[in-house]
């Protein structure tokens, strides 16, 4: 763990050395020494940290002492340069060869106090790195004493870093962490839950899933809550968070019902007391066939929280809980009707059918020579689900030898063979974060800034790291690139979960299991990574902190109080309304920071204006809070590099004499929802006005999204010409006169990868030419040929095509995996996808298309698609032809048809998908979405009310 710190430390010195020489002058020698220094101790900490794991308590302790005192000084050696360079950079020395002798004589007298001023931090800064120097060869000098082997690679090493190359990433390996488990479930425990949920009986059943973390319980209730919920009224999954408040268990329960039906969630929830929020429940569950999963529970007495709301309404309501503690089944144990189903190991032929699977892909087979080695791993996990997939996730990257093998079954230190519990798992769950190499274990620790079950954006997290150092430039490619690299080898060794996935596989969130959150949040205390605000308070914490989580919903926790000088990221998580009056004094507090992310504050309303004097912030974040402006203190941001304002109130960048200054900001993110000027055209979306500046800002790589401000003289279009490394560009309200500047800048971005851009308007109409994915077109335009090999994602908007030129371009594109043919953009009356069209489409959303009365699809056509959304298409009277050739379809979708098409129509022929569901208007006019099952069985009811 200290090795990325003494890298991180080491390449920002040889970079200080490089580039600032000429201020240091008197002290570079001793700078480039102690880079030196810590180039040779780094060979010493691999072992250090090894043996800080594994030795006896006596070397133990001495080396885990010796790595922390390491890592202390690289901390205060890269504080000192840091604030050095600032205020270097703050104070330009100007040779007396700028001046003429009188200008010199008229200056002097404000150049000497300067000059001294200068003087004395140049003897400061000799001074501690003097001190630092010293204690450094102090340092190395205990390693060698302690006898750390020398680390350096020899020439043939065949070392298991040398051989962590960082591959690409595999969806097929980003499912959950017992998604495979899935493959070898026991099928009686499916049938038996399944059974119990459709059982005809009117009674309410609760149904509690009892077994120690990791048996695959989640795993089980999501498969089978997925099987059945098309058969209820209404549903909801329930994460139930560790300690929690029984409001807002009733809050996201009430969300979770009301948005299965479609309904609109009562707006005044939130100020809601326990009482009226039962009441919503009992009142919307009175008449419906429900089902209900609390997902971890571990409070006892949990049923007697939410009993109440869940009403024995005598019309099938199903409740299921999952949980680790057996007292919580026990609790519901005077219900009528209670199924308690405990959760067993898997049985020895399971449990080496996973280990096979996962180890030796893709053929699952075991070489004979590892047979005895692999069938004495698999016992020590003891039918463990979890506990199968981490080890063998592990030795699938290892060589295929037995003596490799043999040295991992030996450094399991869990003691399952006598008493199966979880700090055995852990142990296991060690192991592997031991095995990770020195780049990727800050990756993962940082998930320890992050609250529980929490899921994380993936373009938020990387970031996150590229500001924290962590990532390391490599040649040809971005360090967003080698970031997701990094995510990618985390989640391939199943460390890491990606929940979502975007269209082309990537991970759109991601999160690590409870189990393995244990593990983070012990190694970032016992390496002092990071501390959590108020569990976390400088009394509590000893030595050097660099980040700080702070999470909070009381107005008790003071957070003026909160002194972390040295931290270098706060992640703030409160939705206390009194924040705004107990923001931390951020200039003394926190003068290090370079990472400040306020996402998860919803009840922020403005940023400090010490915020300014954060010199080396590299990442800043207001997303989702009601901050309005940005302080004026913000161009002193001058090592900002990401600006994320989405979902915030902020709708205008700085002027010119703020952005100039901003010279090395990368990204900017702004999209919000203007709610007062909502428009089915923009759908209500807004960017960020521009008003002057854009130019200055040439390292920018992605700005998202925008609106130019007409009133000034400048023209701003023609400006973002400038911005020349921007792989990713989103504007708004665009005007036909605007298009030809901003045709000749985006001519300019030979790096640009992505192109989002909206006209001001339905009727305005936008000539682009040369660019891609337009939201009007009125032809084809010439490069439209060009993209049928390298699109992925299609939206047609208003364009009006009357022909099938547009329908045959489209099914030219062999990798289009996601089409959207929206408002009209047809206006013809048949869509035919012909034999062997489309072949990756996953996602097809056919949506107001008032003249549409056909849809063919032939056989082979569309065969992977598992997405498709129709309507309101008022002239279709039938059926599309052809959904019995969809194998793979998992969702149908149909919205607002007419009532000719849902009363003629025989849709026991869909029966076959999984979820099919109707939105219909009832009699008060409101939407509400039916299910196939209810709607089958309303027909049958008429039927028999008219007999």
Request: glycine residues 6%; aromatic residues 8%.
């Given at each position: ?27 570079a ?16 900490i ?53 001046w ?33 120097k ?6 190395h000098?205990?390693g ?21 190359v960082?591959?690409?990433?595999d ?28 059982d005809?009986s ?11 973390g990791?048996?695959g ?8 809550y997925n ?13 139930v ?28 929830i ?50 299921m809980?999952?949980t ?5 089944a ?28 996962r ?10 020579e590892?047979e005895?080695?692999?069938g ?5 996990c ?7 997939v981490?080890?063998?996730?592990l ?26 519990h ?19 274990k ?5 998930f ?14 990387i970031r ?36 979502e ?21 012990k190694k ?21 902190t660099?980040?700080l ?5 009381s ?12 931290v ?7 939705t ?6 107990r ?20 009840c922020l ?14 990442y ?5 809070t ?6 004026k ?5 001058e ?8 979902k ?40 960020v ?25 400048k023209d ?10 921007l ?9 036909s ?5 901003l ?22 109409v936008?000539?682009?030419e ?8 009125n ?16 939206r047609?908007?208003y364009?009006k ?15 289009l ?6 408002f009209?953009?047809?206006?013809g ?10 072949p990756k489409?996953k ?12 849809l ?17 298409c ?6 599309p032809?052809g ?34 569901y ?6 008060k ?23």
């Open positions: 763990m200290a090795e990325i710190v003494v890298e991180i430390v080491k390449d920002k010195l040889l970079s200080f050395f490089t580039k600032e020489v000429s201020l240091l002058q008197g002290v020698e001793e700078v480039e020494e102690i880079a030196r220094e810590l180039g040779s101790i780094l060979y010493f691999k072992d250090a940290d090894k043996r800080a794991e594994t030795e006896g308590d006596e070397v133990r302790d001495g080396a885990k002492s010796w790595v922390q005192e390491l890592r202390e000084v690289s901390f205060e050696v890269e504080d000192v340069v840091t604030e050095y360079t600032h205020h270097m950079a703050q104070q330009p020395c100007r040779g007396r060869d700028q003429g002798f009188v200008e010199w004589l008229r200056e002097i007298s404000c150049f000497l106090p300067l000059c001294c001023s200068r003087l004395k931090q140049r003897h400061d800064l000799a001074w501690q790195i003097e001190n630092i010293k204690r450094l060869i102090k340092i000098d205990r060698k004493a302690y006898g750390f082997v020398n680390s350096i690679p020899q020439p043939g090493s065949t070392s298991t870093d040398s051989q962590n960082v591959t690409s990433y969806p097929r390996r980003a499912s959950r962490y017992l998604q495979e488990a899935d493959l070898v479930v026991i099928e009686s425990a499916r049938d038996e839950l399944v059974g119990v949920l459709l005809e009117s009674q309410r059943i609760v149904i509690p899933v009892v077994g120690m990791g048996l319980k989640t795993t089980l209730a999501q498969q089978v099987h059945v919920q098309g058969g209820f009224q209404c549903h909801a999954w329930v994460q968070p560790e300690p929690y408040r029984r409001e807002e268990i009733l809050r996201t329960l009430i969300m979770g019902l009301f948005e299965s039906t479609k309904a609109s969630v009562p707006t005044e939130h100020s809601m007391d326990e009482g009226k929020l039962t009441n919503i429940i009992r009142v919307y569950l009175k008449d419906k066939k429900y089902l209900v999963i609390f997902d971890d529970v571990w409070k006892e007495d949990f049923w007697g929280d939410v009993e109440h709301a869940l009403i024995d309404n005598k019309v099938s309501g199903r409740v809980i999952t680790r503690k057996l007292q919580v026990e609790f519901c144990g005077c219900l009528p009707y209670v199924h308690v189903h405990k959760m067993q190991h898997l049985p020895t032929e399971k449990s080496w059918e996973l280990f096979c699977m180890t030796f892909k893709p053929d699952g087979y075991c070489p004979k590892l005895k080695i692999s004495e791993i698999v016992e020590k003891r039918g463990l689900p979890l506990a199968i981490v080890i063998a996730g030795l699938s990257r290892k060589n295929k030898t037995v003596h490799e093998w043999r040295r991992i079954h030996d450094s399991l230190t869990f003691e399952l063979e006598h008493n199966v979880l700090t055995s798992i852990l142990n296991i769950l060690s192991l592997s974060y031991n095995e990770l190499p020195y780049y990727l800050s990756c993962f620790l940082y320890g800034m992050f609250p529980r079950h929490h899921s994380i954006r993936n373009g938020r997290l996150e790291w590229i500001a924290e150092g962590f990532v390391k430039a490599e040649e040809g490619k971005t360090l967003e690139d080698v970031a997701q690299e990094y995510l990618s080898e985390l989640i391939n060794r199943c460390l890491v979960e990606a929940p996935l975007d269209m082309t596989g990537k991970p759109k969130k991601c999160c690590v299991h409870d189990l393995l959150h244990v593990i983070i949040l970032t205390k016992e390496v002092r990574f990071c501390g959590v605000f108020p569990e976390s308070t400088e009394s509590k914490i000893r030595g050097i660099r980040r989580s702070i999470m909070i919903n107005s008790n926790d003071d957070l003026q109080e909160i002194k972390f000088p040295h270098h990221s706060v992640t703030v998580f409160c206390d309304e009194t924040l705004n009056n923001m931390p004094v951020f200039e003394t507090n926190f003068k290090f920071l370079k990472v400040l992310d306020f996402e998860d504050a919803p309303d403005h940023l400090p204006d010490d915020i300014g004097n954060l010199f080396d912030l590299r800043l974040s207001v997303r989702g009601k901050v309005k402006r940005l302080p203190s913000l161009k002193k941001l090592n900002l590099e990401t600006l994320d304002l989405r915030s109130l902020v709708y205008e960048l700085p002027a010119a004499d703020t952005m100039k200054k901003l010279c090395k900001l990368r990204n900017i993110y702004a999209l919000n929802i203007d709610h007062e000027n909502k428009n089915i055209f923009m759908l209500g979306r807004r960017g006005k521009v008003v002057d500046g854009i130019g200055f800002l040439k390292a920018l790589q992605k700005l998202l999204f925008i609106e130019i401000d007409r009133e000034g003289d701003l279009f023609k400006e973002l010409g400038n911005l020349t490394q792989r990713t560009l989103g504007i708004f309200d665009v005007r006169e605007d298009c030809r500047s045709c000749s800048s985006v001519e300019k971005m030979k790096l640009l990868e992505s192109l989002n851009v909206a006209s001001a308007g339905e009727n305005e936008v000539d682009l040369f660019m891609s994915s337009p939201r009007r077109l032809k084809l335009p010439q490069w439209f040929a060009q993209l049928q090999t390298s699109l992925v994602k299609l047609l908007i364009s095509w009357e022909d099938d030129r547009l329908l045959q371009a489209v099914e030219n594109m062999h990798n995996l996601h089409l959207e043919i929206c009209d953009a047809y206006v009356k048949q869509i035919h996808f012909r034999k062997g069209v489309l489409l996602k097809l959303n056919l949506f107001r298309l008032i003249r549409l009365c056909l063919i699809i032939e056989e082979t056509a569309l065969p992977v698609l598992g997405d498709l959304y129709l309507g309101p008022p002239q279709m009277k039938e059926l032809s959904l019995e050739h969809l194998k793979n379809l998992k969702t149908l979708g149909f919205d607002l048809m007419s009532p000719e098409f849902m009363t003629s129509q025989d849709f026991r022929t869909v029966s076959h998908v999984p979820r099919v109707f939105g219909q208007r009832n009699d006019g409101e939407v509400q979405v039916v299910t196939l099952p209810m709607l089958l069985q309303a027909r049958e009811d008429a039927i028999r009310g008219k007999s």
